[in-house]
């Protein structure tokens, strides 16, 4: 095995394992929806958010188009000025996915002057596990799990979630990896 000790593969193979059952828990959630991120349009990010249930570990898409956009990661003073002099993080690529790897709130506002002053701008919150966020305006906690009767039911708060085969497929891929490596 090449100068590792088998017990140093197998530490390897079940730190992957446990990181991608950890990461198939992950939603992805675009910001925007089928909008993305504008400052064109009607699109309320503070409503967007308040509509979702962030989560530690949750991945946040941000689709635009770069000739015209940008995303700033930002503190609450400089979401709340629109200040976009000094970012934490700066992503250009029209396409940039945003890893969640904490609690509390995450600033995002567009650089571009005018922008964040006309509302694009999201406050991502991500809550302890003891608190929920509030179910949407207009739906009851139960009616909003209840699948309809013509197909399956959508993911929760429009966010892309890998399903419970695709768990299962990783540890069938994590456990084909340990066995190779004892092979």
Not at 49 to 76: C, P, S, W
Not at 80 to 97: F, M, Q, R, V
Request: proline share 5%; with cysteine; hydrophobic share 45%.
């Amino acid at each position: 095995m090449m100068g590792f000790s088998k017990s140093v593969a197998v530490r390897a193979v079940v730190l992957v394992a446990v990181a991608l059952l950890r990461l198939s828990d992950a939603a992805v959630y675009s910001v925007g929806d089928s909008g993305g991120w504008t400052s064109i349009g009607n699109l309320d990010y503070k409503q967007w958010a308040a509509a979702k249930t962030f989560q530690v570990g949750d991945l946040i898409r941000f689709e635009y188009n770069a000739q015209f956009h940008n995303v700033m990661r930002v503190t609450h003073p400089m979401y709340k000025a629109c200040n976009a002099s000094a970012p934490l993080a700066t992503y250009t690529t029209g396409n940039d996915t945003v890893n969640i790897t904490a609690k509390g709130h995450h600033f995002f506002i567009c650089g571009v002057p005018g922008h964040c002053q006309s509302g694009q701008k999201v406050d991502i919150n991500v809550l302890r596990e003891s608190e929920s966020a509030p179910a949407p305006s207009g739906t009851s906690p139960a009616s909003a799990s209840v699948p309809s009767a013509g197909g399956p039911a959508p993911s929760p708060s429009g966010a892309i979630t890998l399903k419970a085969s695709s768990k299962v497929c990783l540890a069938m891929a994590a456990f084909a990896v340990f066995v190779s490596v004892f092979h």
